[in-house]
């Protein structure tokens, strides 16, 4: 996540971030998940997805983005 301080006019505090991910539209997308230390609850709302990323296991989800924009992922 971007600092408090690094963050320009119209940006959405605690939900910037410095390196974002770019996914393809109409294509089927994977993603795995896992903790080294304590559990993770993980989400994106635009997509309706909710993981939880556990040490010690793989959790695997699949979608597909119909639409571009920019969405925000975070932990709930």
Do not use: A
């Amino acid at each position: 996540m971007i600092p408090d301080d690094d963050l320009v006019f119209g940006s959405l505090r605690l939900l910037e971030v410095d390196e974002r991910l770019l996914l393809p539209i109409d294509t089927q997308i994977g993603i795995i998940t896992t903790s080294d230390d304590v559990i993770h609850s993980w989400s994106i709302p635009s997509f309706g997805i909710k993981m939880y990323s556990i040490p010690g296991r793989f959790n695997y989800i699949q979608t597909t983005i119909f639409r571009e924009g920019t969405f925000y992922g975070q932990c709930s």
